[in-house]
């Protein structure tokens, strides 16, 4: 049935949910920031998702041409569903090298 197969266009469309930014910078030569995200509860496929908080944070330093960036997402390692029976990335962590060649 169309019940048990989530076929509701507005399934997976959580009542609540929002997100908070806090970035800091110095021009060109670094910066960083931080956000929360909140999702609320959400049908899937028929399954009610918990909701979850989430963080992340990241960090760039710019040296002449190049640009070293880091970052981690889901900072404090939440346990969630991503979709029904799929669990979410945990904690992730991220590296970049990018060089400006202008």
């Known amino acids: 049935s ?3 197969l989530g076929n509701d266009p507005l ?3 959580p009542a609540h949910r929002g997100s ?5 910078r110095n021009g060109r030569h670094y910066g960083g ?5 909140y999702l609320g509860a959400r ?3 028929g399954h009610e998702l918990a909701p979850y908080a989430s963080f992340d944070a990241g ?3 710019e040296l002449d041409v190049v640009r070293l960036s880091v970052g981690v997402e889901n900072a404090l390692d939440q346990d969630f569903e991503a979709h029904a029976g799929i669990p979410g990335f945990g904690r992730t962590f991220s590296f970049a090298v990018s060089v400006d060649t202008r």
């Open 20 to 24: 908070a930014w806090l970035t800091l």
């Open 11 to 13: 399934d997976f469309f």
């Open 59 to 61: 960090a760039w330093l």
């Open 33 to 37: 920031f931080l956000r929360g995200r």
């Open 43 to 45: 049908m899937d496929q």
């Open 2 to 4: 169309s019940e048990v």
